[in-house]
Every structure is written in C-alpha cells, then in structure tokens.
C-alpha cells in the first residue's frame, strides 16, 4: 500500500465494510501472475531486473497500480519510463524483444502510446542509414562486427555495421503476430518508407507462415539475413486471417516477382476458402499487371465442384479486369495514334500470347467445354494479336484432346481464328489438318492462295523499284516494301521468290543455249545421215569401181537366152563373179 495507489484506494474503500482480512480481484491485470510478482518483489525490496522482455509488461502493471512518485521516490513506474526509453528505444534488437513480448499487455500498452514508441522507433532504425551518423550509436547495442570491433576514438564500441544490403530487418519482424506486424507496416507507410521494402518485407513473412507459397515462389536460398544475433520463437498465426490482413497491407506495386506473388497468393487463397472480397482485390492487383505474369502462375487448381482441371473462371476475371484497364488507356491515347504498332499496345500483345499458351495448356482438358474455350479466346480485342499461330496450335490440341466433336461445332470454334493472320507454317499445317473440317481446311487453301500472290506481285513490284533511279527507287521501294511486311511470315516468302526468279532467269538462259547446241547437233545429223545415204546407193559404188551391175535373175536369163555373140570364158567369168561378190560384201558395211 505504501508504494501502490491503487492498493491503496482498494483498501480504503474496503476497509470501511469489512472488519476482519477481506478478498479482492484485480480485474484484467496487465502481464499477468509474472507482472504481478515483478511488482510484489519491487514493493518489498527484492532486487530485481529489468529486461527488453519484461520491460513493457512491468510498465503497464506499474501504471496498474499507480505506482508514482506520489507513493514512494524512484517508484517502479519512473524506473520503467526511463529504461524503456534510455535502453529499449534506442537498441534494435531489445525494440524488437519488447515488441514480440507485449502480447499479453497490448490493449493497456496502446493506451500508454508505448506500443507506438516502440512501433516508430524501429521504423526510423530501418530508414536510416547509419553511415550518415558517427559511431557509437546506442541502437546497436553489443552487437558485433563480422570483421572485428568498430573502433571510435579509440574506444571499442562493440558494435557492427547494418548489413548494405535492405532486407537486413525482414527476418527479425517476421517473429511478430499478425496484428502487431500490420500496426508496423502501417507506421513504416505512414513515415514514408519506400513501398518496395514494404512489399519485400510483406511477401518474407507471407512465405514464413503460408506454407504452399514455397512452391510457387523462387525464394533465394542461404541463412536469414538477420542484424539482432539472438533466437526469437515464431508465434501460432491463422493462416486464413493472416492471408486476408496481408491483402489489405500490400501496396501498390508492378514487377514480375510480385504478380507470380500475388498469383500464389490467389492460389492459397482459393484453398484455404478465404473470403470473397480478399479474392476479388487479388483478381483486380493482377489484372493491373498481366503482362508480367508467367504461364505456371496462371494455372490455378479448381478446387471447387468444377468438373474443370483448373480455374478458367478465375483467369477469366483477371483478363476481364486488364481489358478494362487497357480500354481506358486507349481513350486516352492519341486517335491517329495507331493501335497494333504503338508502345502502348506492347502489354496488350504479351497478354494475348499468354493466354494463347494457357488455352493450349488447359485445351487437353476433356472436361473443357467448347462455349469456355470460346469464351477465353475472344476475351481479348481482335487488335490484340497479331497473328492467329497461337489460337490455331489451342484449337488443334482441343481437338486431338476431343476427338468426338461434330464438324459443326469444330466449325463454330474455328470461326474465331483470322485465316488472314495464320503464317505459312500455320497455313501449311493447317492445309494438312486431317482434325479440321473441310471447309476450314479449304478456306485456309484460299487465303494461303492469297496470300502467295500478293507476296510473288509484291516481289515484283520491289524488283521493279530497285530498278528505277536511285532517288525515285528508294521512294517507291520503300513504300512498296510497307505494303509487303504488313504481316509476319510473308517476307519470308518475298525474299524465297527473289531467289527463285534470279535461278530462273539462269536456268532459262542455259536452256537457250542447250536449245542452240540441240539445233546444231540435229542439222550435223541430218547432214551425216544424208551423206550416208547416198554412199550405200548401189549404182554409185559400181561407177565408182568401174563395175557394170548385174540384172535379177529372170532378166540374166532371159538376156542369155537371147544372146548371139559368143560365150565367154569360164576364167573371165569367175573372175567377173568373185569381184561381184566382193562388191556385194563391201556394199553390206554401208
């Protein structure tokens, strides 16, 4: 009673109806039986120490029971201010102690502003840099150098230097609950600290206490980086509501690590059931941001009733949110500006081919209905892709993955594919499809057609410019080539026909002149046959050897029947008759 008011009072105001030893509670006493002892202790003179884990517990219960100066001199309450503020307050590791231990005593140590002491005073150790402050510094405390002792005017300090690097303090305010965590990043925001460190500081303990963010983050492996060299105990949290006050305490950030962050929160989200409203403002955060997210991020488990493997839904609500916010930017763009080449537009393009690849991804789904798969398709804006490869290679696998769809209903899907805007490969592959329908595969015919012939006129039409004078060339073949390079794929073809017409015109010139050696070579033969031919004549080779020839048989005898003059002799005869016949056998070479 001598040295606590509020004893005091309490026997006063007893002592009048009770004459002998009376009871009394000490309603919502701060700290608890340990407070309690710690004071009993002080009021009888036992000795006792103040600690960074007792400190606000024994400031609270002291100002509990009103243990002033009015009471005593150097009473527990003075002794408890000045500690707190002469020790705790200025050292980083006993600020984060005292913090860690004030659960039991929050609501009186919010009343007594020391929560908020102790909330600004680690905000304003984590922005400043202590390279602009000469040493010692009491907030590092007996902390001690990797390399050594710090030296200050010769005295050793016994202090180190803050890691370089900014995320030095993530891992010791990771050991605080879920609403004293939330009062800290709310006191760092409102003293202006950078919302990146914010965010890196929100993602380390989000990944610390939600377990299924470990797989879907990258988390750089190696020990904590930690200034305090001392062991805190990490406190029991729900995940459910940890995840719900995290969503309200994320700022207002862009970056690829962050979307796949908030990505794998969405997710866990989704399975711990998290309410609707936290669900929704993680939709809208990563519709601000599609183009930065990856393909593995967007594919979402169902774990609803779903019949789906993954959560088109979802995904549906996101793209729905970053079209809305696209369209507002193109209203406020230029109105000569053009859509598909502006830089504006280059988000828009990254969108379309990722979700060109996440319908490739979920088509093999056969519980995948064909009005979802549409649906997903034409989210975007037609301007959004300039080319259909990726729309046509979704199709493709969603038809292989559903071979039993009629041809009207592979009609109606296939009817949200520009023909115009597949590439030669997709042309030729298509041209080969046995899955399409014959009436898309005779449509892609017609456009490839189309397209070949606008490429061969548009060759010519280069060629032709090249040709022309230099200043006039240039002018016309550059305009030209605009015409020709409007879509991708089709210069391939331009530059091939180039080619094919220069080997052309070689091969066209070489068969001019194996046409003009042929003509030689044919009228030498007809000169040689000719010549021949009138070497084999009978009549000129007997001329020729000064030989009579010898008439047919019936014509001999009849000229030796009626012969008169005298018979010649039998060796002028055979002579006559062997030089017949080795004329006969000369004649047969020819």
């Keep these: ?18 004459d002998k030893t009376f009871t009394t509670k000490l309603e919502e006493f701060p700290g608890g039986p340990d407070a309690f002892l710690f004071a009993a202790k002080f009021c009888y003179g036992i000795r006792v120490e103040f600690t960074a884990r007792n400190i606000i517990m024994v400031y609270c219960a002291a100002d509990f029971l009103e243990m002033t100066d009015e009471y005593g001199e150097d009473n527990l309450l003075l002794k408890s201010e000045n500690f707190l503020h002469k020790n705790v307050l200025r050292n980083w590791k006993d600020c984060i102690l005292a913090l860690q231990s004030c659960e039991s005593c ?5 009343k007594l502003y020391i929560l908020k002491k102790c909330l600004n005073a680690v905000s304003m150790m984590v922005c400043t840099d202590p390279s602009l402050f000469g040493w010692p510094m009491m907030m590092y405390g007996s902390l001690q150098s990797p390399g050594g002792s710090i030296l200050w005017n010769g005295i050793n300090t016994g202090a180190r230097i803050r890691s370089a690097e900014s995320d030095w303090w993530f891992e010791d305010i990771s050991y605080f609950s879920v609403g004293l965590f939330e009062r800290l990043i709310k006191t760092m925001e409102g003293r202006g600290i950078r919302c990146e460190l914010l965010a890196g500081a929100i993602m380390y303990y989000a990944r610390k206490y939600l377990p299924g963010l470990g797989r879907w983050q990258s988390v750089q492996g190696g020990k904590a980086r930690t200034v305090a060299s001392f062991s805190l105990t990490p406190v029991a949290v729900d995940q459910k509501v940890l995840l719900e006050s995290i969503e309200t305490l994320l700022p207002k950030k862009k970056g690829k690590s962050f979307c796949r962050f908030l990505l794998g929160l969405l997710r866990v989200a989704s399975i711990l059931g998290a309410n609707q409203t936290c669900q929704d403002s993680l939709e809208r955060r990563i519709g601000m941001q599609l183009e930065l997210a990856s393909l593995d991020g967007l ?9 789906t493997l993954y959560n088109t839904d979802c995904v549906e609500r996101i793209v729905h949110h970053f079209v809305s916010l696209e369209s507002g930017l193109t209203l406020l763009s230029p109105p000569s500006l053009d859509l598909e080449s502006s830089p ?3 988000p828009l393009r990254k969108v379309a081919r990722l979700m060109d690849s996440y319908i490739a991804e979920v088509a093999s789904d056969v519980n995948l209905k064909p009005g979802k798969l549409r649906t997903l398709a034409e989210v975007l804006p037609e301007s959004s892709r300039p080319l259909h490869d990726g729309l046509y290679r ?13 041809d009207g209903e592979k009609e109606k899907l296939c009817n949200i594919i520009d023909y115009q805007k597949l590439s030669v490969d997709a042309c030729a592959h298509a041209s080969q499809n046995e899955r399409l329908p014959l009436r898309v595969i005779l449509q892609v015919l017609f456009f490839e057609q189309m397209h070949l012939r606008m490429a061969l006129a548009g060759c010519l039409n280069v060629l032709e410019a090249e040709s022309a004078p230099t200043g006039q060339g240039e002018i016309a073949g550059n305009a030209t080539a605009g015409q ?18 220069v080997d052309m015109e070689k091969m066209r010139s070489r068969v001019g002149e194996l046409e003009e050696e042929f003509s030689k070579i044919k009228q030498e033969m007809k000169r040689v046959t000719k010549s021949h031919s009138s070497l084999s004549s009978p009549r000129v080779v007997a001329r020729k050897f000064g030989c009579k020839l010898l008439a047919k048989s019936s014509d001999a ?7 008169t003059g005298p018979t010649p002799r039998p060796s002028v005869e ?5 030089r017949n016949s080795r004329h006969r056998k000369s004649f047969s070479l020819f």
């Design 106 to 110: 929050m609501p009186r140590a919010e």
């Design 394 to 406: 979704a199709l493709d696998i969603y038809f292989k993955a559903h071979p039993w769809l009629s």
């Design 557 to 563: 005898q009849t000229d030796v029947a009626g012969s």
């Design 574 to 578: 055979q002579a006559c008759s062997s």
């Design 299 to 307: 594919l979402i488990p169902s774990y609803s009733d779903s019949d």
């Design 1 to 18: 009673m001598s040295k606590c008011g509020k004893i005091a009072s309490i026997f006063e105001e007893l002592k009048s109806t009770h």
């Design 344 to 346: 504006s537009s280059e």
């Design 484 to 501: 020709i390079v409007q879509r991708d794929g089709w210069v391939t073809v331009v530059r091939e026909n180039r080619v094919l017409k």
